[in-house]
């Protein structure tokens, strides 16, 4: 094996990096990185190998399948809002196993917290050795670590039993402000543990002790916090491969921000994220910190890359808060929030919605913001107008509003869809789909990844995915969206360097797909007529965009393509 790259003790140069190394540790889920440590030869080294290169059996040969496995080492939450108690909430909500290791029993509320009593750290060690050396703990998440000695205790575990991702929540300091580490844990959390995670999810407030107490005020202080903190990783230890920290700073505490913005730093890439959903007002905010972690600690155990991970869990905590606003348990300032929402209230059962039909892809109108203003129409008036001359789907595309205005926006256009029966889906945007109800969303190829929609909103709604190749439509089958859309079949002016697959490209793709297919680009009433013909029995409709909205009557335009599409169909009936 050529020399992969080495960090020195007393020098943070790179030494004899090799080319494989670096495009390995690039091209794997932050997961497969694993860092060697001195003394870690032998059987140990030769696991952690394993687990790097993704040779782990995923079964015993028997037919039994592995289930993701998060290890929480954290404390427990007597109130159970935060703490282990989350951390399993959370996991469980999101379909991975979570086993605990206890560091410390807390009595607190949702008033405070009244008491902590430390557990003592050679227990500690033998709950981490009962669970890490026989359960196959995929990802360790860690919360509160009361002492330096159990942060010691911790990092010599899993340099003797390695696992695939280490995600640390820096929990110095409880939601109601009460302190819940020692002063002497804030250096053992940077020299030791820091260098061995994947990924630190420090508040502002964490992050600014982590740093020296910095004033961090505005998005660009977290920007640059991120920064700093990742510097904090690779300073003291070996690596087997050249693995930096990812580092997540949470705005939550932001005053000035209408929006909650996260700021990922991708420390392989080193890369900025910047992630934003919307604020919701609510008391019951105790734990979102635990649930959060615990929830990318979930989606890294099944296997998701950092960046999915990260805005599958940011997602799911924006949904437990949003249907949680109005819980009302307990009588202190911070109440907890319900983490199986979407399983009992937000979810419908399939067979209480309307079920999904393909022939409501038959007229689908996609919204643009650039025409609406052009033509001096409001969002409402627009598709309002395209219902009305019979579109059969709506999707809202907003590339650049704020996330408070699309949410109103959409939650308008869901009022008038839902009038007329109309389905109304959202492009990309998962966290506005939930925020508004939509009945779906569309995705493309680099966004959020099906299973990871829909284990966010639900078997009830309605996923869609942007496809161009056989392969795509057969993945989109198996991941299971409800519909592919097709194109671009002829050019348009949507959409930048946009391949055109012609009518012969959507052919081949409608005919290798399992699912409906409505095609997209460049369609209009010279061409929606050509595509309905080619009598492909699973292409179901067009997708249009100026052809509707940059026209003065949107409400004419749409009499017009439904009336050319209806006659065809017939006629190929």
Same mark, same amino acid.
């Given at each position: 094996m050529a020399p992969a790259a080495f960090y020195s003790p007393s020098s943070p140069t790179r030494l004899g990096v090799s080319s494989e190394a670096r495009e390995l540790c690039s091209s794997r889920a932050p997961a497969t990185c694993w860092r060697l440590k001195p003394g870690s030869a032998g059987a140990g080294g030769l696991r952690a190998l394993a687990a790097a290169t993704g040779e782990m059996a995923q079964n015993d040969g028997l037919g039994r399948r592995k289930v993701p496995h998060v290890l929480t080492v954290a404390g427990s939450d007597s109130g159970a809002g935060a703490g282990i108690q989350a951390d399993l909430k959370a996991c469980g909500a999101l379909g991975a196993y979570c086993s605990t290791v206890i560091t410390a029993v807390t009595a607190q509320n949702t008033v405070g917290v009244q008491g902590v009593h430390p557990v003592p750290e050679d227990f500690v060690a033998e709950q981490l050795r009962s669970v890490l050396s026989d359960m196959g703990v995929d990802v360790v998440k860690t919360g509160m670590l009361p002492s330096d000695g159990v942060i010691k205790v911790l990092c010599g575990k899993l340099?003797?039993?390695?696992?695939?991702?280490?995600?640390?929540?820096?929990?110095?300091?409880s939601t109601s402000g009460d302190v819940l580490a020692a002063p002497?844990?804030? =250096?053992?959390?940077?020299?030791?543990?820091?260098?061995?995670?994947?990924i630190v999810t420090p508040n502002l407030k964490e992050a600014s002790t982590i740093l020296g107490g910095l004033?961090?005020?505005? *998005?660009?202080?977290? !920007?640059?916090?991120?920064?700093?903190?990742?510097?904090?990783?690779?300073?003291?230890?070996? !690596?087997?491969?050249?693995?930096?920290?990812?580092?997540?700073?949470? +705005?939550?505490?932001?005053?000035?921000?209408?929006?909650?913005?996260? $700021?990922?730093?991708?420390? *392989?890439?080193?890369?900025?994220?910047?992630?934003?959903?919307?604020?919701?007002?609510?008391?019951?905010?105790?734990?979102?910190?635990?649930?959060?972690?615990?929830?990318?600690?979930?989606e890294l155990a099944k296997g998701s890359s950092m960046l999915q991970a990260v805005q599958a869990a940011k997602d799911f905590v924006e949904n437990a808060l949003f249907h949680s606003k109005d819980v009302l348990i307990g009588s202190g300032p911070q109440g907890p929030f319900d983490h199986f929402v979407k399983i009992k209230d937000h979810?419908?059962?399939?067979?209480?919605?309307?079920?999904?039909?393909?022939?409501?892809?038959?007229? !689908?109108? $996609?919204?643009?913001?650039?025409?609406?203003?052009?033509?001096?129409?409001?969002?409402?008036?627009?598709?309002?107008?395209? $219902?009305?001359?019979?579109?059969?789907? $709506?999707?809202?595309?907003?590339?650049?509003?704020?996330?408070?205005?699309?949410?109103?926006?959409?939650?308008?256009c869901m009022e008038i869809c839902r009038s007329y029966g109309v389905p109304l889906l959202i492009n990309d945007r998962v966290d506005v789909a939930l925020a508004c109800d939509a009945d779906g969303v569309h995705v493309g190829q680099s966004d959020m990844p099906v299973p990871v929609v829909r284990s966010v909103l639900g078997p009830g709604k309605i996923i869609g995915v942007s496809c161009k190749t056989?392969?795509?439509?057969?993945?989109?089958?198996?991941?299971?969206?409800? !519909?592919? +859309?097709? +194109?671009?079949?002829?050019?348009? =002016?949507?959409?930048?360097?946009n391949p055109v697959l012609g009518l012969e490209g959507l052919k081949t793709v409608c005919l290798a797909s399992k699912l409906p297919v409505v095609a997209i680009g460049g369609i209009g009433a010279g061409n929606a007529s050509s595509i309905m013909q080619l009598g492909i029995p699973n292409l179901k409709g067009v997708a249009v965009v100026s052809a509707l909205f940059d026209r003065e009557s949107i409400l004419n335009e749409a009499q017009s393509l439904k009336s050319q599409l209806t006659s065809v169909s017939s006629y190929a009936m």
């Open positions: 340099q003797e039993f390695p696992v695939r991702a280490i995600v640390v929540d820096p929990v110095m300091v002497s844990t804030i =250096n053992g959390l940077r020299d030791q543990l820091f260098p061995m995670a994947d004033r961090l005020e505005t *998005i660009a202080d977290m !920007y640059s916090a991120a920064r700093s903190i990742h510097k904090l990783g690779p300073r003291s230890v070996f !690596y087997f491969f050249p693995f930096c920290i990812n580092v997540l700073v949470k +705005g939550g505490h932001l005053s000035d921000s209408s929006d909650a913005v996260d $700021i990922l730093f991708d420390g *392989i890439g080193e890369q900025f994220h910047e992630l934003r959903g919307p604020r919701v007002k609510t008391r019951n905010t105790h734990g979102t910190g635990c649930t959060l972690a615990s929830c990318i600690a979930a979810i419908r059962s399939v067979t209480e919605k309307q079920q999904f039909r393909s022939d409501d892809l038959l007229l !689908y109108a $996609i919204t643009d913001p650039r025409m609406n203003k052009r033509w001096g129409r409001s969002i409402t008036d627009a598709v309002k107008s395209a $219902i009305e001359g019979g579109a059969t789907m $709506i999707q809202l595309r907003e590339k650049d509003a704020e996330t408070r205005d699309f949410i109103e926006a959409a939650t308008a056989p392969a795509q439509a057969e993945q989109a089958f198996i991941d299971g969206a409800d !519909y592919i +859309g097709c +194109g671009g079949v002829f050019p348009t =002016n949507t959409k930048a360097n």
